[in-house]
């Protein structure tokens, strides 16, 4: 469980109120199984080079750098014919010591075409396609541009060479249809009072030129995003009853809001319990708003963010309550859904539950960098962006909660960590599920923890059982694999499950609370806004929690294989009992693990003995020695269930 606390002795032999002499039987030399010490602790190479940008240590280097798009967008969302129409200006930042010929842009619309390369994964056409991204005007620095349309990318051919260190500006109009439901991560859906809008990957985004590969154009699938960083100043123009919740800062609220609602929020932002802004019964009514008929202009701006998003209704409510976050800092926890879903055991939590998983995951991890946190209840079945999330309006109970503090959590990774999710998905997704235990266990009291839903430990009380038929299926992709090839019936339990408690044995088995927290904690603080790798992540935790991990990232994260391990013997020391005994605990297949044994001895006398990894470095069968006085009447390993053992039945050895 992820409550275990055991801390790993490191040293060589194990200690059990002080070893001194003991004997021991010859080491077992039989082949126990797929176990092979030299292969289990051979050196692991990172895929990513150490280089004058990434340090040995899995921190930024004296050079890194990244490139920065700051963007400027006026929409209009015309719900009559489900349109939105913009005029975008980026401000790209060429922060790399290379010049640029050319650009690449994300045109994530254009997945919805009929024959798009993510429509070709499915093998099935869409019935619901459109046009994609519709360019009415593409300009590099006021200047018509050459370019060209691949899939779900647009290269921009420049005139003039973007010189390093140096600025571009793109300005593009443009329009698409916003998909129906079928949208997945962006879509429109009916509620009672009307048409609610979740939407997201709706303006032209800056593909990710880096150090690593540069410019980065895998195309959009299935998988989801990686994004430069910068500020997004947008405004969103919709019709007069409409709400908009946005990412990032409403500015000028007394625009689009009554008086009323705006001394709400102003009381919400002093409470600690949720405030209705715009209440069920004010839904209908005009009052509720600051204009009749006619548009109104929603302007947001957030700083430092790799994306936004938004909702908008006229069928929303509306209610907030205060963040309080470290070092007497505060922020706004808002859900926006439609009546329907306002109920005690649904959405009139969701509130407390943004605002509570928001004020963990920054006492925990890394302080939240901005000033809201919005759920909004739509369509749109759990989807993530900075500081906004799109929730299905329809959940309720735990679920509600499991997927809301999931969500919100990804405000940390990979919105603040950058992580790339299409490459690597087991960081963004498995660094999140691995924070949403906690949050889990210590929302109100554990009221719905521990976790146990589809992304962690579904059907097992005990999360190590639980991944064990996975560990043992020849079919599962390894962790470290890329999210599109991944299918369906993988993907939870490998980038969300697996990866998830790779880091609970990394905090609770291998490194111990202390060394895991600190470790993690400088690794999030290193690169908050930046890019790591995975190189850098191994190397982090490696280099600040002080061991040479190379085994574990290998049959984790590189590697496939299984684990047992089996009590096979207990020897009394030379001249009995009273000197002490030997216990031979044999590692039998590809995985290793430190190791926990509960030793009972006659009396009933029992202790726990913690048996560093390096007792399997020599060989298959690890000889444990302990100072005791009294004959060992039974030996249970992994009495807690912390590893995921294939075979429990070999665990315990009883004395005679
Ligand atoms: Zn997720």
Same mark, same amino acid.
């Given at each position: 469980?992820?409550? +275990? ?229 947008? +405004? ?51 009052? +509720? ?368």
């Amino acid at each position: 469980m992820n409550r +275990s606390l055991a801390i790993i002795a490191l040293a060589a032999l194990v200690l059990v109120a002080g070893c001194t002499k003991h004997s021991a039987p010859k080491p077992a030399t039989a082949d126990a199984g797929s176990f092979d010490p030299l292969k289990a602790f051979a050196r692991q190479v990172f895929p990513d080079s150490v280089s004058a940008t990434r340090v040995a240590d899995g921190t930024p280097g004296p050079a890194y750098w990244q490139n920065r798009a700051d963007y400027t967008i006026h929409a209009v969302l015309d719900p009559a014919s489900n349109t939105l129409s913009a005029d975008e200006v980026i401000t790209y930042t060429n922060n790399s010591p290379n010049d640029l010929d050319y650009l690449w842009l994300q045109l994530d619309q254009n997945i919805y075409r009929a024959g798009s390369r993510g429509a070709a994964v499915y093998g099935v056409a869409n019935p619901n396609a459109t046009d994609g991204y519709v360019l009415d005007t593409v300009e590099t620095n006021g200047a018509k541009t050459l370019y060209i349309v691949s899939d779900t990318r647009a290269q921009l051919r420049l005139a003039q060479t973007l010189k390093a260190h140096s600025k571009i500006t793109i300005h593009i109009r443009y329009h698409y249809v916003v998909p129906g439901k079928s949208g997945g991560r962006t879509a429109h859906g009916p509620s009672k009072n009307g048409e609610i809008y979740d939407i997201a990957q709706w303006y032209p985004r800056m593909a990710v030129y880096d150090d690593l590969r540069g410019w980065d154009t895998l195309p959009y699938l299935v998988s989801e995003f990686y994004l430069d960083y910068g500020d997004v100043d947008y +405004s969103v123009t919709v019709p007069s009853d409409m709400l908009v919740a946005g990412s990032g800062e409403l500015v000028i609220p007394q625009e689009v809001l009554t008086q009323t609602e705006m001394d709400r929020l102003a009381q919400a932002r002093l409470s600690d319990k949720p405030v209705m802004i715009r209440t069920a019964a004010e839904v209908n009514d005009p009052l +509720s708003r600051p204009k009749q008929g006619g548009t109104l202009t929603w302007h947001f701006k957030m700083a430092n963010t790799r994306d936004v998003a938004f909702g908008a209704s006229k069928a929303f409510m509306w209610d907030a309550a205060r963040i309080n976050l470290p070092g007497g800092k505060a922020a706004l926890a808002q859900s926006v859904y439609p009546v329907e879903a306002a109920k005690p055991n649904a959405w009139n939590r969701s509130t407390e539950m943004v605002k509570d998983s928001v004020e963990n995951f920054s006492r925990r991890w890394y302080p939240f960098p901005w000033p809201n946190a919005v759920s909004v209840g739509g369509p749109v079945g759990g989807m993530e962006y900075p500081a906004l999330v799109f929730d299905d309006m329809t959940m309720h109970d735990a679920t509600m909660f499991w997927v809301t503090a999931h969500e919100i959590g990804h405000s940390w990774f990979p919105m603040t960590v950058g992580f790339n999710e299409r490459r690597d998905p087991w960081m963004d997704e498995g660094f999140n599920t691995f924070i949403d235990v906690f949050e889990s266990e210590n929302f109100n009291h554990g009221e719905f923890g521990p976790k146990r839903d589809s992304e962690f430990s579904p059907k097992s009380a005990h999360p190590a059982d639980g991944l064990i038929d996975l560990l043992a299926d020849p079919k599962a992709p390894i962790t470290l694999m890329a999210g599109d090839p991944v299918i369906e019936k993988y993907r939870h339990p490998v980038s969300y499950y697996k990866s998830a408690f790779g880091m609970v044995l990394l905090r609770d088995t291998i490194l111990g609370p202390d060394r895991f927290d600190y470790a993690f904690h400088k690794f999030i603080r290193d690169w908050a806004f930046k890019h790591p790798s995975p190189s850098d992540f191994f190397r982090a935790m490696d280099s600040a929690g002080g061991e040479d991990l190379s085994w574990f990232w290998r049959e984790w994260y590189f590697d496939k294989g299984t684990y047992d391990v089996a009590v096979t013997g207990v020897t009394p020391a030379k001249g009995g009992w009273q000197n002490g005994a030997t216990i031979t605990v044999e590692n039998r297949d590809a995985m290793v693990f430190p190791l926990t044994l509960d030793v009972r001895f006659e009396g009933g006398r029992t202790v726990r003995v913690k048996v560093p990894v390096e007792a399997w470095m020599r060989r298959t069968g690890a000889l444990v020695p302990l100072l005791g006085t009294k004959p060992i009447t039974s030996v249970t390993a992994d009495p807690d269930h912390a590893l995921p053992d294939h075979d429990r039945a070999n665990n315990v050895w009883n004395g005679p």
